[in-house]
Structure formats: structure tokens, C-alpha cells
């Protein structure tokens, strides 16, 4: 799914510039860390033979304020950028340093986190890719139980890549996608004769 992280954004961004021209800095990440370069190549397919362009690629660790640095290092190298594309930390930077410029940024996330859902409802990111982690995280509690009751599990079950926009991010098509509001994990161990073995 990780190309498809990539290749969505890259695709509503194609159709969301009727064929005018854009500038866009990529920032997918840690180089060769998760699906950072499988994002890059799903974006350089989604925008082939479109007047869409990469200016450059920054890649740095998903830290907010290494992306915020990383942003206004590459800002200053390339002022011409339209849109910053790329993970949810990247597009919680850009929508930081968009209050500070003229000319606001265009944002677009590789994928989504409760930032980016405000972001998307204040209309200050365009697009997000969702890979929907509610619902990932119930298909593999599903696939491990039919394991461990003997049952045949798929090889390969991931839900549909959702593309979220200001107009459809509401709360029934992120339902699957982001926690509740003041969701805590807690994690349970009990210690038994069987973890011996």
C-alpha cells in the first residue's frame, strides 16, 4: 500500500491543477525507513507526463521540528514551491510555516493523523491518503485469531486506500481511519505456564 500512499496524492494533485503547472517539494520521510521510498516512486508515476513537477526531496526523520527545518531550508533554496507533499508530520509543518508566507502553502499528506484531519477541515490541506488503521488493526486481530483457531488467513488483506479532501473528511469516512478523541492504549501481560514453552 505504500506506492499507493504515494501514487494517490500524486494523482488528486494532477487533476486538482487542470493541467496548469505546480512545483512540488516532496518530504516522505527517513531515507529507507517504512514505505518512504515506495511513496516516491507511487507520486513519480501518479504525475508522469503531467505538468505536475518535483522540485526536490527532503528527507529527514518524522520529527516536527527536523521537518520544520527541513521546510524552511528548502523553501529558501527553492521559493518557487507551490505544495509540500508528504507524511502527516511534513504536512503538519507546512501548515505552520503557510501562516508565515504571503502566498500559503498547498498541503497535501501522504497519509492521516488527527492534525491533518483539523488541517482537512479547516481547509488548510487539500488531500490526505488514508490506509485506514482503525480497520487494519481489526482485520489483523481477525487473521490472528482464525490463526490461532486453525482457519486458513489471506496472504495479503489490506483495506482500500481512501482519498480525504475538506469536502468528504467527515467523521463516518474517518471512523476507520483515526482513534477516538483521548484514546489510550494499555497493554495487558499475564505471565502463564504455556509463555514458557
Do not use: C
Amino acid at each position: 500500500p505504500w506506492f499507493q500512499m504515494g501514487y494517490q496524492p500524486g494523482r488528486y494533485l494532477v487533476q486538482w491543477a487542470h493541467g496548469k503547472p505546480l512545483n512540488v517539494l516532496l518530504m516522505p520521510g527517513p531515507d529507507n525507513a517504512g514505505g518512504s521510498k515506495e511513496m516516491v516512486e507511487g507520486f513519480r508515476a501518479a504525475i508522469a507526463g503531467s505538468p505536475v513537477r518535483i522540485v526536490d526531496i527532503a528527507l529527514g526523520d518524522n520529527d516536527i521540528e527536523i521537518q520544520r527545518n527541513l521546510l524552511q531550508e528548502m523553501l529558501e533554496r527553492h521559493p518557487e514551491i507551490d505544495v509540500v507533499a508528504g507524511t502527516a508530520i511534513a504536512a503538519e509543518a507546512a501548515m505552520g510555516e503557510g501562516r508565515n508566507l504571503k502566498t500559503p502553502l498547498t498541503v497535501v499528506s501522504f497519509y492521516l493523523s488527527h492534525q491533518v484531519y483539523r488541517g482537512l477541515k479547516r481547509g488548510r490541506v487539500i488531500m490526505a491518503a488514508s490506509d485506514q488503521m482503525v480497520w487494519q488493526g481489526e482485520l489483523a486481530v481477525e487473521q490472528a485469531i482464525r490463526q490461532l483457531q486453525g482457519q486458513s488467513v489471506s496472504d495479503n488483506v489490506s483495506p482500500p486506500i481512501l482519498v480525504l479532501t475538506p469536502k468528504n473528511a467527515d467523521r463516518e469516512h474517518i471512523r476507520r481511519s483515526l482513534s477516538p478523541g483521548g484514546f489510550r492504549p494499555v497493554y495487558f501481560y499475564q505471565h502463564t505456564s504455556a509463555a514458557k514453552k
